[in-house]
């Protein structure tokens, strides 16, 4: 068999507020380190030529935040990413893609009062949290993925934490999340769950949450995993999501990746 190669799968350029735009990209799953690749995001005004390196890249991150005053001198941009090997000639350049869509000052505006209802000292309702998301391709666990069978074989891995790449999740974002009422209690009576609940919060529109991505509140040391998520856009903007929570049992693997992925980036 052919070990594939490390590629991207997919790259998405979005104007995230007035001077930042969001590349956000997934990597093909593979077998291969790495450690072993140089990897770069690059840019350019024209989509076939003159591009520049922005940052080097890890399998550590999914998303870079470019600054570019994209609101006030609308223009668009490209980005792409080139992987090169250290050990032979292989090279890897991936399509060039622009800016999904315009920035509206309208959404923006939007934006920046979702931030400040979030996240104002005195005012705000959300309370910071680590949000980790998911892994969804990248190099393959080498603990406990079975190539035959064509999945992981262990729940409470510690190496990819159920999600079958390495590592499991990107290092954490900090976001501010307004939770709704915990509903413990209820929990409790209805379905003899102790120490467990469910619940629902509003975000702000970055990161960009899915199911199965993860939130710590690292001030209580509590742990959800995303049931669903509900998008509240703007002109194609993600303005809001709310999400359904799924909270997780202390001695849950995912409670470790927390702890060692913060501990990690500190
Ligand atoms: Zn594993």
């Given at each position: 068999m052919n070990d594939p190669r490390i590629e991207v799968r997919s790259i998405r350029a979005t104007p995230?507020?007035?001077?930042h735009v969001l590349v956000a990209w997934e990597f093909a799953p593979t077998?291969?380190?790495?450690?072993d690749y140089e990897i770069w995001l690059e840019k350019s005004n024209a989509p076939h030529d003159g591009f520049e390196r922005v940052t080097a890249l890890t399998d550590k991150t999914g998303s870079y935040i470019d600054e570019e005053r994209v609101f006030k001198f609308w223009k668009q941009y490209f980005v792409r990413i080139n992987i090169k090997s250290k050990n032979d000639d292989y090279e890897f350049i991936s399509d060039a893609y622009g800016i999904e869509y315009p920035p509206n000052v309208e959404a923006m505006e939007l934006i920046r009062r979702t931030k400040v209802t979030l996240e104002n000292n005195r005012y705000g309702n959300g309370i910071e949290c680590n949000v980790f998301l998911k892994k969804t391709g990248g190099q393959r666990c080498v603990e406990c993925f079975d190539h035959l069978k064509?999945?992981?074989?262990?729940?409470?891995?510690?190496?990819?934490y159920g999600t079958g790449y390495t590592g499991g999740f990107y290092i954490p974002i900090k976001a501010y999340i307004n939770f709704s009422v915990d509903r413990k209690v209820s929990q409790i009576a209805d379905v003899g769950r102790m120490g467990r609940s469910e619940n629902h919060a509003i975000m702000g529109g970055y990161p960009v949450l899915r199911p199965g991505d993860v939130i710590h509140d690292a001030r209580l040391h509590r742990v959800w995993v995303i049931v669903t998520v509900e998008n509240i856009e703007r002109r194609r903007h993600l303005i809001k999501q709310k999400i359904h929570l799924d909270e997780q049992e202390r001695t849950h693997v995912l409670y470790l990746m927390c702890e060692e992925k913060n501990a990690e980036q500190e």
């Open positions: 995230l507020d007035r001077k077998l291969e380190r790495f450690s064509g999945r992981v074989t262990k729940s409470q891995c510690d190496n990819c």
